[in-house]
Nanobody, 128 residues
Framework: QVQVVESGGGLVQAGGSLRLSCTAS????????MGWFRQAPGKEREEVSC????????YYADSVKGRFTISRDNAKNTLYLQMDSLKPEDTAMYYC?????????????????????WGQGTQVTVSS
């Protein structure tokens, strides 16, 4: 049984930082792309960042480029999202997701359809 669990969310002031973590079990972690999505109230879920199997290739939404950094540790089955210079508009539920396969094209689709397993989410709230 595959389990995906996020942690690290919380309340932070604008300009602050948070580091999200995601552990995945029950799958061969290093064999799939991994991504972070977010969903704000009243909005659709959007892809924030995505990373290839070995971390060579990454994708970032324009809204977070230069502020967020995605990384992974395949030995620990763990995905990370370092979020710096946070803004109130970053407030959302953040979800970790495991891709349907190894191809980085799944990241580039920028679609939930490219991901098979999802966590329950971790809330990030940025106050102004």
């Amino acid at each position: 049984q595959v389990q995906v669990v996020e942690s690290g969310g919380g309340l932070v002031q604008a300009g602050g930082s948070l580091r999200l973590s995601c552990t995945a079990s029950g799958l061969t972690f290093g064999s799939v792309v991994m991504g972070w999505f977010r969903q704000a109230p009243g909005k659709e879920r959007e892809e924030v960042s995505c990373i290839s199997r070995f971390g060579v290739n990454t994708y970032y939404a324009d809204s977070v480029k230069g502020r967020f950094t995605i990384s992974r540790d395949n030995a620990k089955n763990t995905l990370y999202l370092q979020m710096d210079s946070l803004k109130p508009e970053d407030t959302a539920m953040y979800y970790c997701a495991a891709g349907r396969g190894p191809s980085f094209s799944l990241c580039q689709l920028r679609s939930e359809g490219g991901f098979r397993y999802w966590g329950q989410g971790t809330q990030v709230t940025v106050s102004s």
